[in-house]
DNA sequence: ACGATATTACCGCTTTAGCAGTAATTACAT
DNA sequence: ATGTAATTACTGCTAAAGCGGTAATATCGT
């Protein structure tokens, strides 16, 4: 199971690679810089829009996977 | 890129799959059930903690991915 | 069509996330 | 060791997330 402070040092490592600071990266993606710092240390209570903006800064992207993920992508098919 | 209305349908198909209502779905997530309506209709500014309850309930993984994942895990390598 | 169940909408209320500003602490160069 | 930049900590404030209760729609089986 992914944790919130796994997440927190995925966001980390990244943006190290990146070459940000922290208030570089809250710019960036648009948020404080306080939220940024408390992402990396994996505080639960974020709003969710707040961690997608630092995600997507960082060309980070989510998937969310299950056993029915497979029958949930078929029908999407059903669309197209 | 993963909306927050993909997540939505996501967690709506999964629900249906599981035979819950959104107000079942809420006891057992322990969240309230209007947050559970909300996520189903792509409500962006949800709580991380929240959102995590609802996908471990219903035993969906989050996962993040990147050019970089592999070489963070690497990292975890040398600590074991 | 009817009744039962589920979903959606709205309501006050309480808690708190996010913010900028600032200060203190830590890390990292040279 | 000293100075510079980065991280962490704290504060007061505003906006809003989450909550249960209730009511209005919508959905579905029979």
Request: glycine share 6%; charged share 30%; hydrophobic share 45%.
């Amino acid at each position: 199971m992914l944790t919130t402070e796994d997440i927190g040092r995925i966001i980390r490592f990244h943006r190290k690679k990146a070459g940000l600071t922290q208030v570089q990266l809250a710019r960036l993606a648009g948020v404080g810089k306080t939220v940024v710092f408390d992402i990396e240390n994996g505080k639960e209570s974020v709003r969710l829009d707040t961690l997608m903006k630092i995600l997507a800064a960082l060309n980070i992207r989510i998937e969310l996977n299950s056993p029915l993920m497979a029958a949930f992508h078929e029908r999407d098919d059903e669309k197209s």
